[in-house]
T-cell receptor, first 112, second 114 residues
Framework: GNSVTQMEGPVTLSEEAFLTINCTYT??????LFWYVQYPGEGLQLLLK?????DKGSNKGFEATYRKETTSFHLEKGSVQVSDSAVYFC???????????FGSGTQLTVLP | SQTIHQWPATLVQPVGSPLSLECTVE??????LYWYRQAAGRGLQLLFY??????ISSEVPQNLSASRPQDRQFILSSKKLLLSDSGFYLC?????????????FGEGSRLTVL
């Protein structure tokens, strides 16, 4: 079956630090990959996505590259801000009605 | 754009009481709809999904149930709540038009069972 393994948190960084949150996956076929962000007390928002190997998704300074050879989709940002504090979820979809398989989430706290 | 309205936002209920959470979808027709639960400090657990009116698939056996009486309406219910039902419940959808599989989410409903 499909699965997503995500870097355990919590992660605490100082403002302007470099961020990496690791994500690896197991899937049959050719999945699409996603990063979602959840701010405190809110639902999930799509942050970025990649639909095929070597695609790079990017949004709000965050980037992730679909690496088929390492089955990875690591999230990176060069300089984090306090407003980036949230829970980040890696997810995959193989297009079935059952939809997304989520990782366990990584809590990020950015200190001023 | 596709949006999900979910209510109530916050609910405090005694053990053994009934539950009804509701979500409605705008901006798309014939969506796939989903209920997830997020326990404190944990990831997302898929509870139910629906591909059409009256069609419900259950992922986890439990004392919760789901119904889809209309195309854009999805309801999560329980006849008797347990303490373990506490959590953050999220309704999500996927439009019928082609996309790459991503879901759009409601704002969530926080349930506390006392």
């Amino acid at each position: 079956g499909n699965s997503v393994t995500q870097m355990e948190g919590p992660v605490t960084l100082s403002e302007e630090a470099f961020l990496t949150i690791n994500c690896t996956y197991t899937a049959t076929g050719y999945p699409s990959l996603f990063w979602y962000v959840q701010y405190p007390g809110e639902g999930l928002q799509l942050l970025l996505k990649a639909t095929k190997a070597d695609d790079k998704g990017s949004n709000k300074g965050f980037e992730a590259t679909y690496r088929k050879e390492t089955t990875s989709f690591h999230l990176e940002k060069g300089s984090v801000q306090v407003s980036d504090s949230a829970v980040y979820f890696c997810a995959l979809s193989t297009g079935s009605a059952r939809q997304l398989t989520f990782g366990s989430g990584t809590q990020l706290t950015v200190l001023p | 754009s596709q949006t999900i309205h979910q209510w109530p936002a916050t609910l405090v209920q005694p053990v053994g009481s009934p539950l009804s959470l509701e979500c409605t979808v705008e901006g798309t027709s014939n969506p796939n709809l989903y209920w997830y639960r997020q326990a404190a400090g944990r990831g997302l657990q898929l509870l139910f999904y629906s591909v059409g009116i009256g069609q419900i698939s259950s992922e986890v056996p439990q004392n919760l149930s789901a119904s889809r009486p209309q195309d854009r309406q999805f309801i999560l219910s329980s006849k008797k709540l347990l303490l373990s039902d506490s959590g953050f419940y999220l309704c999500a959808g996927k439009g019928s038009s082609y996309n790459t599989g991503e879901l759009f989410f409601g704002e969530g409903s926080r349930l506390t069972v006392l």
